[in-house]
């Protein structure tokens, strides 16, 4: 708050001095009649109620403008000491000729007229040979602050009745799961438990991709939108022959890199690519950032298809094809990468292959049979495949690992006559091959 509070204070110095700099141009100390209007100016720059006003010095102390306090106009007050004895306006006019600095010290407050501590900042306008200052009471920041505070408490406070009602009610749920499991018979509990793990799937997805949507159209725009003032700046700076400030450079850097980084997670949570394109275009596009990303080659092969599937299936197949990468990326060590998407013998096979060192201390599995030792992130993905009544078979050598996930094609029937109907051919494959990028 103190930092922000800094910052409004230059603000407002750097547009005063711009306003006494647009009236008179060229300055004549000598002048009464402009040394009248700069002061009209000054004591009209109002802000913030009765606390936020502009004052000015020459260098000799003398009051040049003091709208709450006239009595001090004409005067020189070059010897005023604080409370603690130092020298204010002589330490005012000094961090003015340094280039402007701050400074607290005790101030009579116009508001209630009591003291009160306060920073002020103060720059130098050469042309007049003039101090000009304004400043804040760090009472009104001290009691923002204890507004923010009782904010942050009043929503912590109802964070917990939420965290504990949420938990009651997830123990009450679940011991209600628990008597259906013990009545139920098992088939038709694992059904339930199915269908009940695909919604939250469902929901954590839908989750995802409004994220990745607000990420991507809300705060990407403000961001490019900043850059844009950002750089008009640093335009407007090289054509007033003015170097561009070494802060604005290192803005316009970090904010290059945050855009990115918003966009790659947006991209992560939810491609829109799978929405508008379908699934082959998605594992394309999730491939190439991979192979750029960790310089492993991945070879490609897909049919030649926009839409075949529902969204829930294009949703699944293209989780199994992120988690298996990003083990590959993590723990395989590999240099290659084969990926194969096919729809043949009434079946969708979906395989990923990398020729890296295999899941360290497990057993081999030449079978491929589902290896339920495996970490939580496989299971997850089992769970996906056998909702739409398909298997995830996993094969792991020293050789490389293989991971295939199997889809009837009953189960999205519907949405493969109507694209046979509408004349798209699903047997057709393409290959691409994803070099790393030098």
């Not at 006239?70 to 409370?83: A, F, M, Q, T």
């Not at 990303?293 to 599937?309: D, M, N, V, W």
């Not at 030792?373 to 020293?398: A, D, P």
Request: proline share 3%; glycine share 6%.
């Amino acid at each position: 708050m103190i930092n922000q509070k800094k910052q409004e204070l230059k603000n407002y110095t750097s547009l005063a001095s711009a306003a006494i700099k647009h009236i008179h141009p060229d300055a004549e100390p000598e002048s009464i009649s402009k040394q009248l209007a700069i002061q009209n100016l000054i004591n009209k720059l109002l802000y913030n109620g009765d606390d936020g006003y502009f004052f000015a010095y020459d260098d000799r102390g003398i009051s040049m403008a003091h709208p709450k306090e006239p009595h001090r106009v004409g005067e020189s007050w070059w010897n005023l000491e604080s409370d603690e004895g130092d020298k204010i306006i002589q330490l005012l006019i000094s961090n003015a000729k340094a280039g402007g600095d701050f400074l607290h010290y005790q101030w009579r407050k116009p508001s209630n007229q009591q003291k009160s501590s306060k920073m002020s900042y103060s720059t130098y306008l050469h042309d007049w040979q003039w101090m000009l200052g304004t400043g804040v009471y760090l009472d009104d920041v001290n009691q923002q602050l204890a507004a923010i505070q009782e904010k942050i408490d009043q929503h912590i406070n109802n964070t917990k009745q939420i965290i504990l009602i949420i938990s009651l009610s997830s123990i009450f749920i679940i011991f209600l799961f628990g008597l259906i499991i013990n009545l139920s018979h098992k088939k038709k509990t694992d059904k339930k438990i199915n269908e009940l793990g695909q919604k939250i799937i469902n929901l954590q997805e839908d989750q995802h991709r409004h994220v990745s949507r607000e990420l991507h159209d809300g705060i990407v725009q403000i961001l490019v939108s900043i850059q844009y003032s950002i750089e008009a700046t640093g335009i407007f700076l090289m054509q007033s022959k003015h170097e561009k400030p070494k802060p604005l450079v290192e803005a316009e850097k970090n904010l290059r890199i945050a855009i990115q980084e918003v966009r790659r997670i947006s991209h992560h949570l939810h491609p829109r690519v799978l929405d508008e394109l379908g699934l082959s275009a998605a594992i394309a596009g999730l491939a190439k950032e991979f192979s750029k990303q960790t310089h492993i080659k991945i070879s490609l092969t897909k049919p030649k298809l926009s839409k075949l599937l529902p969204d829930d299936i294009n949703i699944s197949l293209y989780r199994v094809v992120q988690e298996s990468l990003i083990n590959i990326e993590k723990h395989a060590q590999a240099t290659h990468v084969t990926i194969d998407l096919s729809i043949e013998n009434k079946r969708l096979t979906l395989t990923i292959k990398d020729n890296g060192i295999g899941f360290c201390g497990s057993k081999k599995n030449k079978k491929g049979a589902p290896i339920e030792s495996f970490g939580i992130g496989l299971r997850n993905l089992t769970e996906r495949i056998e909702y739409h009544c398909g298997q995830l078979k996993v094969c792991t050598s020293k050789e490389g690992t293989s991971i295939t996930a199997i889809i009837p094609s009953h189960v999205f029937a519907y949405y493969f006559n109507n694209n046979a109907q509408k004349g798209n051919s699903y047997n057709t494959k393409e290959t691409n091959t994803s070099t790393p990028v030098k």
